[in-house]
């Protein structure tokens, strides 16, 4: 039985069926032989048609139009996908093991790279798909100059590189076909006349052929390098080994360091040095040359400052700051000497004088003022030679270097405050690290050396006042340079520092009856700028906003509709700015101050007073002294007889 609802979703159902059946139906016999036709790769590539199809060597999925034997076919959207991405996918026809990817040795190329490195996967003019015909795809990654020499190996120069190298893999050392001297004899007949008489008749096919000779170019003939042992060139190998039909033929005939002697004078290798290089001494000559032929000078095993690293590898370690001896010309024998030198360390000469043969404008003297180390050419007890990490080629952070000697510096400088310069260690900020003219080696003098820094601070205020120390350029009476344990590197707290020479202000503070905070608090500068101001006695601000930045009550006051006018003008009209003998720092007995503005002998003022004699009023009793609601300044707070004027209620007021 149908649910109800069920039945018209049915029929809905069965009609949309109907109706696609329909339009199908129609469809199909209003485009009778209508169909789609799939379109070759090429239809759409035509400029990879025009680039490749042309060439000598296609891959066999290009020739044969078989795309997607390496691409999915991708539609619309235009982008390159493959089957598999890297050497993975051309392994999945190349076998590994076909290209002996088994093997010990696989060219980095294809270890590290892409086989598409060196093969287009699509065609080349070139065998097996390489970029480049022979020797020239191995220089896309080999730098060609060693292989292009005046004189090059024939095989290469006619076979290219694939005549003694394998291209994918080898169980050989450098991807060699064959190892050692194995290789060289397949092509060199080692029991030939010419062979034997041009190595001397020594059994040499079984030693090593690159002892001697370049495997690829070299620039003598015979593809030797470029410095050739003396009994190498000549033939004369019995002058250092055994006979050739010895049982031991390439023996040598005596100790490294006896046998070198034979022929090199001791004498004029020291070139009068009594320091010797351990090396020399010990007659180990083969840690350092090499018996036969090398690509470098004076037959060295290894080039310039690397053969000196090979022992002294601290002294070669990479640094920031490099001694540029080290980086140019002669290297290390722009200092030392080989065999033997007469100063320390194998120098050239007294490490005083060395530094100034490159160095000589720093070493000139003429400054009245010397740095002792420097004086007595102690370069290395601040610089390291080598070469640091640290700027100047300095031993280590420039205070670090400095603090070895002047270690009171470093217990002094340990400081609430510290200087800038000090903090970060620079102290050539301030100080000549050689000589100056000034004493201290200070680069200048008093405040024009502040001014390097603080040029807008030391600027003199031409149309203010300025502090007499500052104005001056005396810095130091106020501040220490270096640190110090009060704000702004003061060298005492303000109290004892200002006092100093405002004596007459301690004296004052010292005898009074009440004191401003600030100033028996010895917090001058809350009122005062110290070293220079647009205004009168360096105030930050001119009274009353100077005394209502703290005074917050008075300032309240004095925005009521009746204001004292000297309140207003100045509080220092009737108060003592730094200490008094009146209480609330009043310069006199309130009613003296207040006779000042008023005449207390008139009779307005008499009458206004009941006749009271002025000498026993207190002013304050009765009146605001800063400002008030009622024009008299009278106080708020009244007793209702004063407020109605009946003072005779409560006093007894004497009559004439």
Same mark, same amino acid.
Request: proline share 6%; net charge negative; charged share 20%.
């Given at each position: 039985m149908?649910?109800? %609802?069920?039945r018209?979703?049915?029929?809905?159902?069965?009609?949309?069926?109907?109706?696609?059946?329909?339009?199908?139906?129609?469809?199909?016999?209003?485009?009778?032989?209508?169909?789609?036709t799939?379109?070759?790769?090429?239809?759409?590539?035509?400029?990879?048609?025009?680039?490749y199809?042309?060439?000598?060597?296609?891959?066999?999925?290009?020739?044969?139009?078989g795309?997607?034997?390496?691409?999915?076919?991708?539609?619309?959207?235009?982008?390159?996908?493959?089957?598999?991405?890297g050497?993975?996918?051309?392994? &999945?026809?190349?076998?590994r093991?076909?290209?002996?990817?088994?093997?010990?040795?696989i060219?980095?190329?294809?270890?590290?790279?892409k086989?598409?490195?060196?093969?287009?996967?699509?065609?080349?003019?070139?065998?097996?798909?390489?970029?480049?015909?022979?020797?020239?795809?191995?220089?896309?990654?080999?730098?060609?100059k060693?292989?292009?020499?005046?004189?090059?190996?024939?095989?290469?120069?006619?076979?290219?590189?694939?005549?003694?190298?394998?291209?994918?893999?080898?169980?050989?050392a450098?991807?060699?076909?064959k &190892?050692?001297?194995?290789?060289?004899?397949?092509?060199?007949?080692?029991?030939? =006349?010419?062979?034997?008489k041009?190595?001397?008749?020594?059994?040499?096919?079984?030693?090593?052929?690159?002892?001697?000779?370049?495997?690829? &170019?070299?620039?003598?003939?015979?593809?030797? %390098?470029?410095?050739v042992?003396?009994p190498?060139?000549?033939?004369?190998?019995?002058?250092?080994?055994?006979?050739?039909?010895?049982?031991?033929?390439?023996?040598?005939?005596?100790?490294?360091?006896?046998?070198c #002697?034979?022929c090199?004078?001791?004498?004029?290798?020291?070139?009068?040095?009594?320091v010797?290089h351990?090396?020399?001494?010990?007659?180990?000559?083969?840690?350092?040359?090499?018996?036969?032929v090398?690509d470098?000078?004076?037959?060295?095993?290894?080039?310039?400052?690397?053969?000196?690293?090979?022992?002294?590898?601290?002294?070669?370690?990479?640094?920031?700051?490099p001694?540029?001896?080290?980086?140019? %010309?002669?290297?290390?024998?722009?200092?030392h000497?080989?065999?033997?030198?007469?100063?320390?360390?194998?120098?050239?000469?007294?490490?005083?004088?060395?530094?100034?043969?490159c160095?000589?404008?720093?070493?000139?003297?003429?400054?009245?003022?010397?740095?002792?180390?420097?004086?007595?050419?102690?370069?290395?007890?601040?610089?390291?030679?080598?070469? =640091?990490? &640290?700027?100047?080629?300095?031993?280590?952070?420039?205070?670090q270097?400095?603090?070895?000697?002047?270690?009171?510096?470093?217990?002094?400088?340990?400081?609430?405050?510290?200087?800038?310069?000090?903090?970060?260690?620079?102290?050539?900020?301030?100080?000549?690290?050689?000589?100056?003219?000034?004493?201290?080696?200070?680069?200048?003098?008093?405040?024009?050396?502040?001014?390097?820094?603080?040029?807008?601070?030391?600027?003199?205020?031409?149309?203010?006042?300025?502090?007499?120390?500052?104005?001056?350029?005396?810095?130091?009476?106020?501040?220490?340079?270096?640190?110090?344990?009060f704000?702004g590197?003061?060298?005492? =707290?303000?109290?004892?520092?200002?006092?100093?020479?405002?004596?007459?202000?301690?004296?004052a503070?010292?005898?009074?009856?009440?004191?401003?905070?600030?100033?028996?608090?010895?917090?001058?500068?809350?009122?005062?700028?110290?070293?220079?101001?647009?205004?009168?006695?360096? #105030?930050?601000?001119?009274?009353?906003?100077?005394?209502?930045?703290c005074?917050?009550?008075?300032?309240?006051?004095l925005?009521?509709?009746?204001?004292?006018?000297?309140?207003?003008?100045?509080?220092?009209?009737?108060?003592?700015?730094?200490?008094?003998?009146?209480?609330?720092? #009043?310069?006199?007995?309130?009613?003296?101050?207040?006779?000042?503005?008023?005449?207390l002998?008139?009779?307005?003022?008499?009458g206004?007073?009941?006749?009271?004699?002025?000498?026993?009023?207190?002013?304050?009793?009765?009146h605001?002294?800063?400002?008030?609601?009622?024009?008299?300044?009278?106080?708020?707070?009244?007793?209702?007889?004063?407020?109605?004027?009946?003072?005779s209620?409560?006093?007894?007021?004497?009559?004439?």
């Amino acid at each position: 039985m149908d649910r109800p %609802g069920q039945r018209p979703a049915v029929w809905a159902f069965v009609a949309g069926v109907c109706a696609i059946v329909l339009f199908i139906a129609v469809d199909d016999a209003s485009g009778q032989g209508r169909r789609f036709t799939r379109k070759d790769c090429l239809d759409c590539h035509t400029e990879f048609a025009d680039r490749y199809l042309a060439l000598k060597n296609l891959h066999p999925g290009v020739a044969g139009g078989g795309c997607d034997s390496c691409h999915l076919r991708h539609g619309l959207v235009p982008k390159l996908l493959l089957k598999e991405s890297g050497n993975g996918l051309c392994y &999945s026809c190349h076998a590994r093991e076909s290209l002996g990817l088994d093997k010990p040795e696989i060219h980095s190329a294809i270890r590290t790279g892409k086989c598409a490195d060196c093969h287009d996967p699509h065609g080349a003019p070139a065998s097996y798909l390489l970029k480049a015909e022979g020797a020239e795809a191995c220089y896309e990654c080999h730098d060609r100059k060693p292989y292009e020499q005046a004189n090059v190996h024939e095989v290469l120069r006619r076979d290219g590189c694939r005549a003694c190298h394998l291209s994918h893999s080898s169980d050989h050392a450098n991807l060699l076909t064959k &190892s050692g001297a194995g290789l060289c004899l397949s092509c060199h007949d080692g029991g030939g =006349s010419s062979f034997e008489k041009a190595h001397a008749g020594y059994p040499v096919e079984k030693a090593d052929c690159l002892r001697c000779h370049d495997p690829h &170019s070299a620039p003598l003939p015979a593809l030797l %390098g470029s410095s050739v042992h003396a009994p190498v060139a000549e033939r004369g190998c019995e002058s250092c080994h055994a006979a050739p039909d010895a049982e031991a033929p390439f023996a040598v005939i005596a100790g490294d360091g006896e046998l070198c #002697l034979a022929c090199h004078d001791e004498a004029g290798l020291k070139a009068g040095g009594e320091v010797v290089h351990a090396p020399f001494a010990a007659g180990m000559c083969l840690s350092c040359h090499d018996p036969h032929v090398a690509d470098r000078q004076k037959l060295l095993a290894r080039s310039g400052n690397d053969l000196c690293r090979d022992c002294h590898a601290e002294q070669g370690r990479e640094v920031a700051f490099p001694h540029a001896a080290l980086a140019d %010309g002669d290297g290390c024998l722009s200092c030392h000497a080989a065999h033997a030198a007469p100063a320390s360390r194998l120098l050239l000469s007294d490490p005083a004088e060395l530094c100034i043969t490159c160095h000589g404008e720093a070493g000139a003297g003429r400054a009245q003022v010397t740095h002792a180390p420097f004086a007595e050419k102690m370069c290395s007890s601040c610089h390291n030679p080598h070469g =640091s990490d &640290s700027a100047g080629m300095l031993n280590a952070r420039t205070d670090q270097v400095c603090y070895e000697c002047h270690g009171d510096a470093a217990a002094a400088h340990q400081a609430t405050n510290v200087h800038r310069p000090v903090l970060i260690g620079n102290c050539v900020a301030c100080h000549q690290p050689h000589e100056a003219a000034l004493e201290g080696l200070l680069k200048k003098e008093g405040a024009a050396l502040c001014a390097d820094c603080h040029a807008d601070l030391t600027r003199v205020e031409a149309a203010g006042a300025n502090h007499a120390p500052f104005e001056s350029g005396e810095c130091l009476t106020c501040h220490d340079p270096h640190a110090a344990d009060f704000a702004g590197m003061i060298v005492k =707290s303000q109290g004892e520092l200002c006092l100093d020479c405002h004596s007459d202000v301690g004296d004052a503070i010292a005898t009074a009856t009440t004191r401003h905070d600030p100033a028996s608090g010895g917090e001058c500068t809350a009122c005062h700028n110290p070293h220079k101001g647009k205004l009168n006695r360096l #105030l930050l601000a001119d009274p009353p906003d100077l005394c209502t930045g703290c005074h917050q009550a008075t300032a309240a006051e004095l925005a009521m509709d009746n204001v004292h006018p000297p309140a207003a003008e100045n509080c220092l009209g009737c108060h003592a700015p730094h200490a008094a003998a009146e209480a609330a720092l #009043l310069t006199q007995r309130a009613a003296t101050l207040c006779a000042d503005c008023h005449d207390l002998e008139d009779e307005a003022f008499s009458g206004a007073h009941l006749g009271i004699d002025p000498a026993v009023m207190d002013c304050m009793r009765c009146h605001a002294p800063h400002a008030s609601q009622d024009p008299r300044l009278i106080r708020a707070n009244q007793h209702a007889p004063f407020a109605a004027g009946s003072c005779s209620d409560c006093h007894l007021v004497a009559q004439e």
